[in-house]
Each structure stands twice: as C-alpha cells, then as structure tokens.
C-alpha cells in the first residue's frame, strides 16, 4: 500500500517521429501520476488542469494535494462540462495514481463524465474487460500489499496476457510512484529486468 504503478503500451504513430516525444503517463507532482488515453488535445488540455490544481492547492494550503482530493476535483471539473449543450466534453479518461501520508497508495479512474471511482487496481481501453477480469483473479494478492517490483511486474503481466504478446523494453511506459522517492518512469534497463522476471517465474 506504499507504491503505485501506471502502464502502457507505447504507439508512435510514425516511424520518423522522435518516440521519446510521445508519452500517455505524466508526471503531476512528486507523488502523484496519471496516466491518459483519448484525444491527445483534450488529454493535454487535462494534464495541464491537473498541474494547475495540484500547484494551486499547495500554494493555497502549504502541503501536497492528497491524491483524492485531486481526483475529485478533477472529477467535478469534467461533470461541469456536461451541464449545457453549449459545452462539450472532453474526450479522454485519466487513471490518478499516488501516493500520500493519508491514506497511501490509491488509485482514481475519472471518465469524461466525471463519474470517479477508487480502485486497488484497474485498467481501461479496448481490452478493458479482460484486465479487469485478470486483476479481479488476484483481489488477495492486490489486498496483502506488494512490494514496488511485485506491483510493476503484476501491471506488467496484465498487458501482457490482455495483449497475448511479449513485449521488449521500448515498447512499454511504466510510471511509479513509491512513499519514499519521487515519482519516475522505468527506464528500458529496468523494465526489461522486470520483463526477465516474469519470463523466469513462468519457465519455473
């Protein structure tokens, strides 16, 4: 309950595009990520918001926003855009992940509704239903709490089974975020070593 993890598979529309210029998971403050797929406008348009309430709050109130509190706001700001025809909403959905003194690791799914929900662990897009099921199959695993590797490796193992595919080190973003460091992303090295653990369990 002291770590958190976001994942995704990493699609750069063209071959001649830098690749480390296309990223869906971003950084919001030190302990809080998120993780975004829809409309890239609209999704940058949502990180920028994210940033800006985060900074807001600390400024105003002297501490980091707990993750909730983000959430939630950011959770109202979408249901506003649903209350007149004249507005429109905007078409991406986040997963909030983050860690604080509070409640410790938590993680938000907001949809562009608004509707919010917490979860231990969850997945979204095309293949959502079969992650779902998947994470579902380990609800005691999620419960005991996991180490910082155990819960990459399971975010990892999810997209892997969704997808049906190995995937080599350049072709995933992870995000974590941890009690005691600052949010960062897996580099190839290290996701590739978790890549190796996986494949050694299940050959054992």
Same mark, same amino acid.
């Given at each position: 309950d002291r770590c958190a993890a976001?994942?995704?598979?990493? *699609?750069?529309?063209? %071959? =001649?595009?830098?690749?480390?210029?296309?990223?869906?998971?971003?950084?919001?403050?030190?302990?809080?990520?998120? =993780?975004?797929?829809?409309?890239?406008?609209?999704?940058?348009?949502?990180?920028e918001r994210l940033r800006y309430e985060a900074n807001d709050f600390k400024f105003n109130h002297g501490y980091p926003i707990p993750t909730h509190v =983000?959430?939630?706001?950011?959770?109202?700001? @979408?249901?506003?855009y649903?209350?007149?025809?004249?507005?429109?909403?905007? @078409? @991406?959905?986040? =997963?909030?992940a983050g860690v604080d003194d509070e409640k410790?690791?938590?993680?938000?799914?907001?949809?562009?509704?608004?509707?919010?929900l917490p979860y231990k662990a969850v997945a979204t897009g095309k293949s959502e239903a079969e992650a779902?099921?998947?994470?579902? *199959? %380990?609800?005691?695993?999620?419960?005991?709490?996991?180490s910082e590797d155990a819960t990459v490796e399971l975010a990892i193992s999810t997209m892997?089974?969704?997808?049906a595919t190995d995937f080599k080190g350049s072709e995933i973003e992870v995000g974590v975020?941890?009690?005691d460091k600052k949010f960062r992303m897996l580099s190839q090295d290290d996701i590739e070593d978790r890549l190796n653990a996986i494949?050694? %369990?299940s050959d054992s």
């Open positions: 976001v994942i995704t598979q990493k *699609k750069v529309p063209d %071959r =001649l595009i830098d690749p480390t210029s296309i990223s869906s998971v971003y950084r919001i403050t030190d302990t809080i990520t998120c =993780l975004v797929l829809g409309s890239i406008p609209d999704s940058r348009s949502q990180i =983000l959430a939630q706001k950011m959770a109202d700001i @979408c249901q506003v649903t209350q007149e025809a004249s507005n429109r909403a905007l @078409c @991406c959905t986040m =997963l909030i410790g690791a938590q993680t938000f799914k907001v949809d562009p509704s608004g509707h919010i779902m099921n998947y994470l579902e *199959k %380990r609800n005691d695993q999620l419960s005991a709490g996991m892997m089974y969704v997808l975020v941890a009690a494949s050694e %369990r």
